[in-house]
C-alpha cells in the first residue's frame, strides 16, 4: 500500500511544498496520511466482517448508479494515471543512465511492458517480493539523504505538531494533503489481502497494524522529501522537472552520493507505484464488471480468482499499452478537465460510501464503525470536498 500510494505525484507536490513553505508544512503530510488510513481501514473493515469486497458490497446494496459511475470512472482515471506513471518512470530511467542513447519514450514504453509481464507472469507471490524489496530501497534511499541534510530536529518537531498556514499556502495545501497515500489505490488492500488469506472479523486488528506501518512509512517518506526540498530550495518548474532539479541540487549540498540514492528513489518510487496500479487495479475492473452483470460465484471469490478472468487480464492490457499515446499526443483540455472532475470526487464518494455501508449492524455485524471512525470519516468527508471544490474551480477557471 505505501510503494503504490507513493508516486511522482507525491514526490512532486511534497518538494513543492517543501521549497515554498519550508519545514512549517509537514504536519500536512502527516495528517494526509492520517486520513487515508481511515479510508483504507474502512475498506478492510467492510470486507473482513462481510467476506465480500466493497465493490460487490456496494453492487448488491447501493443504487445501481455507484457501480455504474465507478465504472465511468475507473477507465478514465487508468488511462491518465497510467500515461503519467510511464512517463514518469521514463524520466526516472533517462535520470539514472543519461549516457544511453535511449530515447525518453522508449524507456517510458519498456518500463510498461516490463511491470505488465512482471504482473502477468509473477502473480501475486511474485509481485509482493518484489515489491519488498523496491519499497525498501525506495524508502532508505531517500530517508538517508534527508538525514544527510542534517536539518533541525526543533523545527521539523514544530512542523510537524503546530499547524500553521503560511499566508498563500491554504488552497496548495489542500490539495497537497489530498494527495498523499493514493486515490482509487486505497480499494486494492482488500485484493491483496484476500491473496494473503486475511479473511474474517478475526483479521481485523492484524490489517489495522498493517495499514498503521504502510501510512506510516508513507508519512515519513513524504516528511523527508520535504526536509529535503525546504534545504535544497531547487530552482523553480513544474512536474517530474521540479524532481530532477532537486537531485542537481542534491549533488551540489552533497555530492555524488546524495544525487545517486535520491534518483534511486525516485525510481522505485514510480516503477512501484506502477507495479501497483498494474497489479491492483485489474482487479477492481474485473470485480465491478462481475458485480454489474450479478456474476459473482464461489470461485471468484477464492484467493486469485479473479486475477484469472479475462476482465482482469484485458484490463490489465489496457493498463500498459494503450495510454502510451499520450506521451507523444497533447492530451486534450476536455479531458484534462473531466480527469480532474472525477478524480477529485472520487475520495468523498469513498468517504461517504463507508459512512453508510460501515455503520449498519445488520450489514457488518461486531465490526460496525466506532464513534472516533464516524468522526474522522466525516471529517475526511468534508477535506476532499473542499478539495473538490478548489480542483473544478481551479480547471474551470484555468488556473
Sequence with gaps: MAATGVGAGDLIAAAVAGRQFGLAVLWVVALGAMFKWVLNEGVSRWQLATGTTLIEGWGARLPRWVGGYFVGYLILWAFLVAAALSASCGVAAKALFPDLPVPLGAWSALHAALAYVLVRRGGYAGFESLMKILTGVMFVSVVVCAVMMQPPLGAILSGLLVPTIPEGSAKFLLGVMGGVGGSVTLLCYGYWIRE??????????????????????????????????????PVDAS???LVLALAEQLNVLLGPTGH???????????????????????????????????????????????????????????????????LWWQKPVAIVILYAVTGAFFMPFLASVLLVMNNRREWI???????????????????????FVVEVASRLGGK
Aim: positive net charge; hydrophobic residues 60%; charged residues 10%.
Design 365 to 387: 455485524g461486531d465490526l460496525r464503525n466506532k464513534l472516533y471512525a464516524n468522526v474522522l470519516l466525516v471529517l475526511s468527508l468534508v477535506l476532499f470536498a473542499g478539495l
Design 260 to 326: 545517486w540514492f535520491f534518483l534511486i528513489g525516485f525510481w522505485c518510487a514510480v516503477f512501484t507505484s506502477m507495479l501497483g496500479v498494474w497489479q491492483g487495479v485489474p482487479y477492481l475492473f474485473a470485480d465491478a464488471v462481475a458485480s454489474r452483470a450479478g456474476k459473482h460465484d464461489a470461485k471468484a471469490a477464492r484467493i486469485g480468482g479473479l486475477a484469472r478472468t479475462p476482465a482482469y487480464r484485458w484490463f490489465l492490457a489496457y493498463l500498459a499499452f494503450p495510454p502510451l499515446v499520450l
Design 196 to 233: 494473503k488469506g486475511w479473511q474474517g472479523a478475526a483479521m481485523h486488528r492484524r490489517s489495522i497494524f498493517d495499514l498503521t506501518a504502510a501510512y506510516a512509512l508513507t508519512g515519513i517518506f513524504g516528511i523527508a522529501v520535504v526536509v529535503l526540498a525546504a534545504a535544497a530550495k
Design 239 to 241: 512536474g517530474n522537472a
